[in-house]
């Protein structure tokens, strides 16, 4: 195991929201032996640099996540926290509970369960040599611009375009201080790249090998589990 000074880095899984269109909380969806969040959860477990975990969870959840976490095999403390009522307020909440002896802060949607080690470890990297980082994959689809009807309008080139995931990671002073500043100016963001660039930091995108989509509709549950 590693040493604990070496045990740098401290996740967030951000599990906040209602999961309206799918009807049902995804979180809690069977997606192979496991439901959607253990294969979040178990991902950062696996991973030697991780140090914590922090849940941000609706607190109407809290019980059904404690019934899980208690089987989860590991020896990273894992802290649940209530959720805020926007994605910012809840990992808002999240870095509440990390103090500046954190070097990394990786924060993750609980949704997207396609994770694997590998790929937080090589966003982890990057961050390090670049002081943010994120988990992206380029886009491939032709995209179009549509007015408010859906009628064509025009094309968007997509040489340059990337659908973001997550993990992302950031040291904990940048990410902590590009917090600080949206909430103050009250900037909603919908992810935390967003917050980072406001603060006018560069983020560096890693490619993942595969796609790692955040769980929302009741299709995206019959593809295969990952194996961690």
Known sequence: MKK????????IIVGGGSSIRMGFDKLFAEFGNQTVI????????????????????????????????????????????????????????GLELINRECSYVAIHDGARPYINPEQIRKVLEAAKEYGAAASGRPITDTIKKCDRDSKVIGSIPREFLWAMETPQIFKYQTIKEAYDLVIKNDIQVTDEVSAVIHYGKTVK?????WKNPKITFLEDLNSKPPSL
């Open 38 to 93: 253990e294969h979040s959860i178990n991902a950062f477990t696996k991973c030697s640099f991780v140090s914590d975990i922090i849940i941000v969870i609706n607190d109407n959840n809290k019980k059904r996540l404690e019934d899980i976490i208690v089987n989860i095999q590991t020896d990273k403390a894992i802290n649940i926290v209530e959720g805020g009522t926007t994605r910012r307020n809840s990992v808002a909440k």
């Open 4 to 11: 604990q000074s070496e045990r740098n880095v401290k996740a």
């Open 205 to 209: 995108i890693v490619q993942d090998e």
